[in-house]
């Protein structure tokens, strides 16, 4: 998703909980993001600890969600940005949970408030919004076989 993202010039944003003690994001991701936009927080939602000012999407009426645990910080960060006001998309093949079934429950839990849960090729054929393009031909091959 970061690299469909960056090849459409849509923002990305990770925010990374307690990299001290939990370790920080994968390095591939970590490489794909300029440094400013790695914000480490002690709070469950991205909302809180000054992360939100640093959000990528903070001037935008929508934000796509990715990460992990599902039934923790993308929960809580979904439902925080939903009730901020933001449309919030939640890729359901781009989030997981150690346990897979607080992943399904917490899917059923932000449907219920609201948040709009999708897949990786939803949001992608979205942002590209027709094909012929060189930005869809690109992103077809590499990303979505």
Known sequence: MVRIAQRLSVPVSICEQNPKGLGATVQALRDLVPAPAIVPKMHFSCVTDGCLETVAGLQRPQVVICGT?????????ALDLQSSGKQVFVVADCIASRDPSNRLIALDRMRQHGVIVVSREMVAFEWLGAAGSDEFREISRTFLR
Do not use: F, K, T
């Open 69 to 77: 645990e599902a039934h923790i910080c993308v929960l809580q960060s």
